[in-house]
């Protein structure tokens, strides 16, 4: 990534008080180094950062916004497990391993099946960075689709956010995340002013 192109973790209001937050965020840069975001061609590393913003506003503490900030590393980069773990912790790890896709499972839909389920199961913080996630995920859903993307593409995604969402309405009702993710999915175009863009 051209050095204009990293995130400055001071820029993103990470100081003293965040040091995991700022290691991930470094870590985060170099892994997704070159990545781009399919609906703007922005680097990738904005939509993990953008996870980690969303926890650090919702009040998570400095372990919880590193995992929002690395929870992309295990399945879009060569990073292993044992190299979060080495860096940051067991802890990170595992809740970076808990909200990643499992590769040995082919069919998409399913992968997408087996880590709500997982996260359903895991509770705590696995919840919130994964509905950091999603929220990050719908807002840059809204930029395809104002771009023109419709079809099938964004039904399959919209009702993958929905899925998500119930998961989370069932297990963290009154979670602020839950709310804005709600708000989210509900604002975005209808499907057939998408569609038909």
């Known amino acids: ?23 991930a965020i ?12 399919r609906a703007d061609e922005a680097p990738f590393v904005l939509h993990p950062i953008e996870a980690g913003a969303i926890l650090e506003r919702s009040g998570y ?12 590393v295990l399945e ?7 190299d979060l773990e080495e860096q940051f912790g ?5 809740l970076v391993a808990t909200v990643s896709d499992d590769p040995s499972i082919a069919d998409t839909e399913a992968q997408k ?10 509770g705590g913080p696995a919840q919130a960075v994964y509905a950091a996630d999603k929220i990050s995920k719908v807002r840059e859903l809204r930029l395809m689709m104002d771009r023109g993307v419709g079809g099938d ?25 839950v709310e804005i993710l709600r708000l989210e999915l509900e604002t975005l175009p209808p499907e057939a002013q998408a569609e038909g863009a």
């Open 90 to 94: 067991p802890e990170i790890a595992e």
């Open 26 to 37: 470094e870590f985060a840069s170099e892994r997704h180094a070159g990545q781009r975001r």
């Open 61 to 72: 503490p400095d372990h919880v916004i590193a995992a929002g900030v690395l929870h992309d």
């Open 113 to 122: 099946d087996d880590v709500r389920e997982r996260v359903r199961q895991a």
């Open 153 to 177: 593409a964004v039904a399959i995604k919209r009702e993958r956010y929905r899925k998500s969402l119930a998961m989370l309405e069932d297990e963290i009702p009154e979670s602020e995340l």
């Open 76 to 82: 879009d980069t060569e990073a292993k497990r044992s």
């Open 1 to 23: 990534m051209a050095a204009e192109e990293t995130p400055d973790p001071e820029s993103l209001g990470c100081d003293d008080d965040l040091p995991l937050t700022q290691a």
